[in-house]
């Protein structure tokens, strides 16, 4: 079993930052493209950050130059780094990752549970 693990998530007025942290553990044999999505009410999960395992990273148009994310391969975990945050930033962030468990043959898809950012005006 493999479980994702957010933190981070918090009200913050628009201009803050705020860093979100997801770390994976259970029977991990290893793991490749970690990612953040997000889902605003009303509106669909859409991608937000990716990074491969080889750290080459892709952002959605509406975050360029105000997010980065990054990951600690020892311990399995990612992050995002959000700064001059807007009130459109606000949604439920969703980690996500492809991973391989020990004695299995195929990469599976998993999510964690979901933070929530709100960005005040």
């Known amino acids: 079993q493999v479980q994702l693990v957010e933190s981070g998530g918090g009200l913050v007025q628009a201009g803050g930052s705020l860093r979100l942290s997801c770390a994976a553990s259970?029977?991990?044999?290893?793991?490749?493209?970690m990612g953040w999505y997000r889902q605003a009410p009303g509106k669909q999960r859409e991608l937000v950050a990716t990074?491969?395992?080889?750290?080459?990273?892709d952002y959605v148009d509406s975050v360029k130059g105000r997010f980065t994310i990054s990951r600690d391969n020892a311990e399995n975990t990612v992050y995002l780094q959000m700064n001059s945050l807007k009130p459109e930033d606000t949604a439920v962030y969703y980690c996500?990752?492809?991973?391989?468990?020990?004695?299995?043959?195929?990469?599976?898809?998993?999510w964690g549970q979901g933070t929530q950012v709100t960005v005040s005006s």
């Open positions: 996500n990752a492809h991973i391989i468990e020990r004695y299995q043959h195929q990469i599976n898809n998993y």
């Open positions: 259970g029977s991990i044999f290893v793991i490749s493209t």
């Open positions: 990074i491969t395992s080889g750290d080459n990273t």
